[in-house]
């Protein structure tokens, strides 16, 4: 068995960026909860001499962790790991397994509710749908690793729900789901976001403080028709996320 392992590792060496291969050992412990949050990292010279790479590969592939947000580095000391932290990129609409997924972070949900309900104003007005329409609710909790990240309310037409199983939804992104294994094709999605404090039932769930800071989105989904499909609310643990975008000057 050692010699399988070692021979993998072997060809992993071969086909990856040498910096990829650094970045991805350090990102597997981190993940396995070897190194622990807070806790500091093999430095720069062991690095070497186990990977037999240059101090510039090293170097490169914790570049690569400090910027996925798993690694802080302070002046003199080294490099620590952070909590999980998941950069979402602003620029296109991505759920948070696609968010979490390069940096090896495992992206799961727990299926909190499931049940169909008469839309209510705030629902109705994001979904362009008329008084009395029945749809799809669902209650999730967002887990990274494990860990409480992110609770998500949404509200689906029920013609795109009703192929979508209990599995299903504790696996994976929504959005994956609807393009990939039920050919409902997502085009954008608008999104408003603010900062809010945790309520304590909230907070109980997302395993923080009450009057904790989250980040409040709504986020209203459409199909290449320009059909509003999926309106959804989060509240995410604001140290959980960083968030990337491009501002035009004009």
Wanted: glycine share 8%; net charge positive; proline share 4%.
């Amino acid at each position: 068995m050692n010699h399988v392992i070692q021979n993998i590792v072997t060809q992993e060496r071969e086909t990856l960026p040498k910096y990829v291969v650094v970045r991805d050992w350090l990102a597997r412990r981190i993940n396995a909860g070897e190194i622990q949050p807070g806790s500091r990292l093999p430095s720069e010279h062991s690095l070497v001499r186990k990977f037999g790479v240059s101090r510039v590969t090293v170097r490169h592939a914790l570049d690569a962790l400090k910027k996925s947000g798993m690694v802080e580095s302070h002046q003199g000391q080294g490099h620590f790991v952070r909590g999980v932290k998941a950069e979402l990129d602003m620029r296109r609409l991505q759920g948070l397994g696609e968010a979490l997924g390069p940096n090896g972070v495992a992206a799961t949900a727990r299926l909190l509710e499931r049940t169909e309900v008469k839309a209510n104003a705030q629902v109705r007005q994001a979904l362009g749908i008329p008084a009395g329409t029945a749809v799809t609710a669902v209650r999730r909790l967002r887990l990274a690793n494990g860990a409480p990240v992110c609770h998500e309310e949404r509200f689906l037409l029920n013609e795109v729900a009703e192929p979508l199983t209990e599995g299903d939804l504790e696996s994976s992104d929504v959005c994956t789901l609807l393009e990939r294994s039920r050919g409902v094709p997502i085009a954008f999605g608008d999104v408003i976001m603010d900062m809010v404090k945790a309520a304590p039932r909230m907070a109980a769930m997302l395993d923080i403080e009450p009057g904790d800071t989250v980040v409040r989105t709504e986020q209203v989904n459409f199909d290449v028709n320009g059909v509003a499909i999926d309106f959804c609310i989060r509240h995410a643990v604001a140290e959980a996320f960083r968030y990337r975008t491009r501002i035009g000057r004009w």
